[in-house]
Structures are given as structure tokens and as C-alpha cells.
């Protein structure tokens, strides 16, 4: 966008210490590729979105425009596309004086301008506002829009044409309807969508930041159109409907390339369909944005030196264990050593690990790869999930010899890895010689920073929750709580961190690993040792105000 920006803009926001970029990021900013977003002006700069816009407006000469004041006003997004006003970040609405006003983001952004006037007229006025509030008025404007341009339900295709239900998904209304639903997951950081059938139509939820949220549903088009679309996408049979399918596949959702997975599951009303949209983030894999404490990362990182041994990753689904499993193969991953990894499916590509994802169908199960893994002479290597008690002793027999494995298991608690390892028949003394450590973890939603604040426990707070008083607060103690903002979507928090719970095996708890082990005893052990447990971490950053009290109380308990 370097030859679209105002250079004058660019040098008034770097004299007010406003853009610290160096100029070739900023030459860059707009320049579309296949391999990135587009980068936009206020993401370089150091400001907030308000800032930005404040900025903008001031040095243009425009007027700022209030997200009360859009959404009051009367939309008129009928003659664009979704798409052009997502990417370019610009909202059209009728004043109330009854002249048309295109509500922008970036004053600099002619483009966008120039196909306004197109549309509504070179008499537009141009005001300025928030990315965060287009985007939010957008979300809502566009999904009335939506509601209200169903004129009727289309004609409903016999249930045995599968050739009229094929040409219907392949029409323009139901792949512009998963297309923008895929985008708007992208655009709200959903890491699944839920798309559910019941006898009143189609109901369709996100789950952000680890809570599932409703959206507007697709309007106009049949739900089994949109069902056999997202079939089509995944490479699946739109024919099969009555017994559970899965897919995957690699696609574009506005200006991100994204991998998604595709679950169907026949229902009493029609097939439901779960797309999970797989993390490209590479700022994830960060160790220190994980969330461990101090000491919990010294633990992990004296662990990861070891030659060989096992150290396993606890926890339900969506706890963030490939994250971290991820995060610890890119701290390990170096020159030196040869890094192999099975998984299902693989969800971060890590340059210079040889990467590997499971083929049921053609017999590349995790044990198979297992087998030959150790034929690969690798340094490293790592099993995306012991499902199985052949993938457990595979897994066991590799680690004594030689191998440091890395892998996942879904228990409550780091300690009850011992009597589920145990359960998938592994041999009590060869856990006793593997198992290096267990971390167990869970995500909390972090508090928004732009809108948490302080607030005093006092002595009501203590006796209407006593869970409060359990976990060690007092009145008077101040904590943070969430608020709610545009930023945020008005839930008061925005992206998630982990807890964590580090159990390192000492000589003396591998004396308590018998044929029939108990993991109260080992937790108990392992909490008189010295571990941190999950609520201990959680309280521990409910004090430094990263999340709250309620959030810890969600994912877990006293123990």
C-alpha cells in the first residue's frame, strides 16, 4: 500500500513517535500475497485503535464517527460484497441528514474510497472510525442483511437427488455462504465452527477463547446445501448419510490461507458439521507465551536436556497440549538433532522436523510410524496421542532406547498418567525407568487489557463464593476483573494462557509405580514435594491480573 498511502502521513505518525517501523515493513503494508495477509497501516503503528483513528481523523480534517452512531444509522452494504468491506474495513450507512457516509478505517486507503463513489455517488462523506468497530458494526449490520434478503426458502431437492444437492452446494449463494462464514471464523479468532441442524433450521456457533458463541446462521440456502459444501470442500461423499465422516482440507478465507478439519455426524434433524481451523500462528510457538511460571520453566527446559527418557502432556481435548507439545519441539529444534513426529493431523508445520500425519486407511497408524521411526535414527521423537496399548508400548520401548518421545495423554491430572500408562498395559518397571515427567495443563481466558479493572474483595464477595476463601484470597486483596468493551466483544476477555502443573519424577516417586498404582498417592507425594499445581498456577495469576477467579474455577478444582 506504499504507493496508496500518504507519505505525509506516514511521516506526521513517525515524527510523533507514533510508527517505530522500519520503512521496508511499511513499503510493505497492503502489498497482497499468496503467503501472507495484508498488512495494515495501524497494525504498524503504536497506537490502540482509537488512537489510530483520533490520528487519522486529526490530520486528515475528518470527523470521527462513534460506534453508537453507526449502528443507529442506517446501513447500506446491500450493493457491496462482504467481502470488500471486510477487507478494506469500511462501513456505508446513511446519515441522518440522508447523505451517504462511508465510515473508514484508514483515511490513505483511496481504493476503497474510489469504489464508494462508484457504488453510492461521488457526493459521499467520508468519516473516520475504529478497525474494531467497523468490524464489529459488520458482524452485525451484515448478518441482518443476511436475515432480511431471504426472501423464501428455496425449493427443497428430493433426498435421494444427490446430483441437484451437488449442483446446489456448487452454486454461488451456499459457497458464498460457507466462504463468509469461514472468513468471520478467521475475523473473530473462532478455533471451531459448529454447524448444528434442528427442526427450526440451522443453528451456528464459534468457539472463541475456548466458549462457544452463537452467530447468525446462513440465510437463503438450504441447510443440507451448506452441509454437502463443506463435504465438497473436505473431499468428502455427499451421498453418505448416515454414518459419521471426517476430512480435511487446505483453503483460502479472505486474506488467510488456512488448514481446516471437518467432522460430520448424522443427527435426528440432518448431519451436523464441526470445523476446527487449524493455528498458523508461528507467534504461538514462543515458550514464554505459553504461560508457564518461573519455576515451571526451569523444570521443563533442565527436562528437555536429557539424552532420552518420556515425558507426556495431560489433558482434556482443546487444552492446548499440541501447542505446547509444538512450543517444546521449537526449542528443540536444532542442527544437531533429527526431530520425526507422528500426528493426527499435523497443525504446525516446524521447519527442519521431518513431519509425519496417520493414515488409518492405509495401515500408518501411530504404532506403524512408531516402528519405523526408530529405523530413522532420529534424536527426537514425537507421538501426537497414546490411544492405544500397542502405540503405548511402542512408544515405551523407544524412549529406553534412546530416544527422548514426547507425547499426549487425556487425564485429569498430571499424576493419573501413571495408572493410565499402567491401564494400556505398559510393565510398571520399564514406566519406572522411562517416564521422565508429566505436565498437565488447561487454558483460561486472559483478561482484556484494555478493559479489566481493579476491584477490592470485601467480606460479602468471601461469603457469597467461600471457594474464594479456600483458595487463599482475603477480603481487602485486590484483583482484576473483566469489564467488557468493543475490543473484546463485551466478555471481558480476550485470548487465552495456560496453567500448568509440572510433575518431575523423583526416586521416590518411582517407588510408589507398582502393578496397581495408586495417582492419589503420587499427587499427594508430588503436592508435599513441592509441585505447583494447576489451581495454585491459576490463583497465582488470577494475583498478577492476567485472568480471573471464575475462569480458574471452570477449568478447575481443589484438590
Known amino acids: 500500500m506504499a504507493s496508496d498511502l500518504s507519505s505525509r502521513f506516514v511521516e506526521y505518525l513517525r515524527q510523533s513517535n507514533h510508527l517505530t517501523t522500519p520503512d521496508d515493513r511499511v513499503d510493505a503494508a497492503g502489498q497482497d500475497g499468496a503467503d501472507r495477509r495484508q498488512v495494515k497501516l495501524w497494525e504498524l503503528a503504536d497506537l490502540s485503535a482509537s488512537e489510530f483513528a483520533d490520528e487519522a481523523a486529526r490530520f486528515h480534517g475528518l470527523e470521527r464517527v462513534s460506534l453508537q452512531d453507526m449502528i443507529a444509522a442506517s446501513p447500506l452494504v446491500a450493493s457491496f460484497s462482504q467481502r470488500f468491506l471486510r477487507e478494506m474495513v469500511v462501513f456505508p450507512y446513511q446519515s441522518p441528514d440522508g447523505s451517504a457516509t462511508l465510515a473508514i478505517a484508514d483515511p490513505t486507503d483511496m481504493a476503497a474510497q474510489r469504489a464508494a463513489q462508484i457504488v453510492l455517488g461521488t457526493g459521499i462523506v467520508v468519516k473516520v472510525a475504529t478497525f474494531d468497530d467497523i468490524g464489529l458494526v459488520l458482524n452485525q449490520r451484515l448478518d441482518q442483511h443476511d436475515v432480511d434478503a431471504a426472501g423464501g426458502a428455496p425449493s427443497q431437492p428430493r433426498e435421494d437427488d444427490i446430483e441437484s444437492l451437488r449442483d446446489l452446494a456448487s452454486g454461488a449463494p451456499v459457497v458464498r455462504a460457507v466462504n463468509d462464514l469461514l472468513e468471520k471464523a478467521v475475523e473473530l479468532r473462532a478455533s471451531d465452527i459448529h454447524i448444528e441442524p434442528f427442526s427450526s433450521g ?68 440432518g448431519e451436523s458439521a464441526v470445523i476446527r481451523i487449524l493455528p498458523k500462528d508461528r507467534g ?45 519441539l521449537s526449542i528443540l529444534n536444532e542442527p544437531v538433532r533429527k526431530i520425526l513426529t507422528i500426528e493426527d493431523p499435523v497443525e504446525y508445520e516446524i521447519p527442519g522436523v521431518n513431519q509425519s500425519q496417520i493414515k488409518p486407511a492405509i495401515g500408518l497408524t501411530f504404532a506403524a510410524a512408531l516402528r519405523s521411526f526408530v529405523r530413522q535414527d532420529p534424536d527426537v521423537i514425537m507421538v501426537g496421542e497414546v490411544r492405544d496399548s500397542e502405540t503405548a508400548h511402542v512408544a515405551v520401548h523407544a524412549a529406553l532406547t534412546g530416544h527422548l518421545v514426547l507425547t499426549t495423554l487425556h487425564t485429569e491430572t498430571a499424576a493419573a498418567a501413571v495408572p493410565r500408562l499402567l491401564d494400556l498395559g505398559v510393565e510398571g518397571y520399564l514406566l519406572r525407568s522411562v517416564l521422565r515427567a508429566v505436565i498437565a495443563q488447561r487454558l483460561v481466558r486472559q483478561l482484556c487489557e484494555r478493559c479489566k479493572s481493579p476491584r477490592v474483595l470485601a467480606e460479602a464477595d468471601l461469603v457469597e463464593d467461600p471457594r474464594l476463601a479456600t483458595f487463599g484470597f482475603r477480603a481487602g486483596e485486590v484483583l482484576q476483573q473483566p469489564c467488557g468493551c468493543e475490543r473484546c466483544g463485551g466478555t471481558g476477555y480476550r485470548g487465552r494462557l495456560g496453567v500448568f502443573e509440572v510433575l518431575e519424577l523423583t526416586n521416590d516417586l518411582r517407588e510408589l509405580i507398582g502393578e496397581k498404582t495408586d495417582g492419589l498417592k503420587i499427587d499427594q507425594m508430588a503436592i508435599g514435594a513441592g509441585m505447583t499445581t494447576m489451581l495454585d498456577d491459576g490463583i497465582a495469576k488470577c494475583r498478577a491480573g492476567l485472568t480471573s477467579p471464575a475462569e480458574i474455577l471452570r477449568v478447575t478444582t481443589v484438590r
Open 284 to 328: 504461538l510457538l514462543v515458550a514464554e507465551k505459553l504461560g508457564f511460571s518461573a519455576a515451571d520453566d526451569v523444570t521443563l527446559r533442565r527436562l528437555l536436556k536429557m539424552p532420552h527418557g518420556m515425558i507426556v502432556i495431560t489433558g482434556p481435548t482443546g487444552s492446548g497440549k499440541t501447542t505446547t507439545l509444538a512450543t517444546i
Open 202 to 269: 440451522l443453528v451456528v456457533r464459534m468457539r472463541i477463547d475456548g466458549l462457544l458463541r452463537p452467530v447468525g446462521a446462513p440465510s437463503g440456502v438450504l441447510p443440507q446445501a451448506v452441509i454437502s459444501r463443506i463435504k465438497i470442500v473436505a473431499n468428502l461423499n455427499i451421498a453418505e448419510r448416515r454414518l459419521p465422516q471426517d476430512g480435511a482440507a487446505r483453503l483460502r478465507a479472505g486474506r488467510t490461507d488456512v488448514d481446516i478439519r471437518v467432522a460430520i455426524m448424522p443427527t435426528q434433524h
